[in-house]
C-alpha cells in the first residue's frame, strides 16, 4: 500500500507569494492533517479535515488555508509569503477518530520563502 | 499547563550501547502516547504507542517503551543501538483518546547521534 505523497517536496518563493502544498494520503484514509515543522517552533498542528470538511485547527493565521477533495487529496495554501513560513510542512492521514489517533505522515514540502 | 517534555535536546551513544530516551507529560489523565522516528529530509514514523494496558510497549525496529504513571513518563528504550538509528525522536501526546481530529501535541524532540 502506498504511502503519505506530499508534493512537491522542495520549494523556493519570495515574500508576498503563495504557495499551494498537495498531500495523498494512504488510500482509504480519509482524515488528513498539516503540521509545520520549524527548528524553533518543532512540530505545529495546522489543520484537519475529514470529508472535505475541516474539523480542526490550530492557531495559525487565517494566511494558512487548506482544502480536501472528494478523494481525500488535500492541499494546503499560504498566501502573502513571510519570511517566517520557511518550514517543513507535513502531511499526515489516519482512518479516522476510533483508530486509535495513529497518524501516518509523508516525507513533507519543505518550502523557503527569501 | 498541559505540554510534553523531552528532557534531553541531543543524545550521543556508541553503537552497541543501551539507548533511554525521556519523555514526562503533564495532563489531568494519561492522554494516548506515541513516539515517532525522523531520519533527515524524512516524515514521521511511528515507532510504538500506548493506549493503556501493558506498561511495557513493544515498537518497531527493536525499541520499546515503559509507561510509568507515577512519574507520567513514557521513556523509549533500544537494548543495542545501531549507526541506522541515528535521528530525532519525538514524543507525541493524543489526550482525547483518539478523539482529537489530527491534532497530536508533540515534545521538542531529542536528536540521536551514533558513535561507530
Known amino acids: 500500500k502506498a504511502g503519505v505523497t506530499q508534493t512537491p517536496r522542495y520549494l523556493i518563493k519570495t515574500r508576498g507569494q503563495q504557495v499551494t502544498l498537495s498531500c495523498s494520503p494512504i488510500s482509504g484514509h480519509r482524515s488528513v492533517s498539516w503540521y509545520q515543522q520549524t527548528p524553533g517552533q518543532g512540530l505545529q498542528f495546522l489543520f484537519e479535515?475529514?470529508?472535505?470538511?475541516?474539523?480542526n485547527k490550530g492557531n495559525f493565521p487565517g494566511r494558512f488555508s487548506g482544502r480536501q477533495f472528494s478523494n481525500s487529496r488535500s492541499e494546503m495554501n499560504v498566501s502573502t509569503l513571510e519570511l517566517g513560513d520557511s518550514a517543513l510542512y507535513l502531511c499526515a492521514s489516519s482512518l479516522d477518530v476510533g483508530s486509535g489517533g495513529e497518524l501516518f505522515f509523508g516525507e513533507g514540502s519543505r518550502l523557503t520563502v527569501l | 499547563a498541559q505540554s510534553v517534555t523531552q528532557p534531553d535536546i541531543h543524545i550521543t551513544v556508541s553503537e552497541g550501547a543501551s539507548l533511554e530516551l525521556r519523555c514526562n507529560y503533564s495532563y489531568g489523565a494519561t492522554p494516548y502516547l506515541f513516539w515517532y522516528v525522523q531520519s533527515p529530509g524524512q516524515g514521521l514514523q511511528l515507532l510504538l504507542k500506548y493506549f493503556s494496558g501493558d506498561t511495557l510497549v513493544q515498537g518497531i525496529k527493536g525499541f520499546e517503551a515503559e509507561f510509568k504513571r507515577s512519574q507520567s513518563s513514557f521513556n523509549l528504550r533500544k537494548p543495542s543501538v545501531h549507526w541506522s538509528d541515528a535521528a530525532e525522536y519525538f514524543c507525541a501526546v493524543d489526550p482525547l483518546y483518539g478523539t482529537s481530529y489530527g491534532k497530536l501535541t508533540f515534545g521538542q524532540g531529542t536528536i540521536l547521534t551514533v558513535h561507530p
Open positions: 479535515y475529514f470529508s472535505e470538511t475541516q474539523r
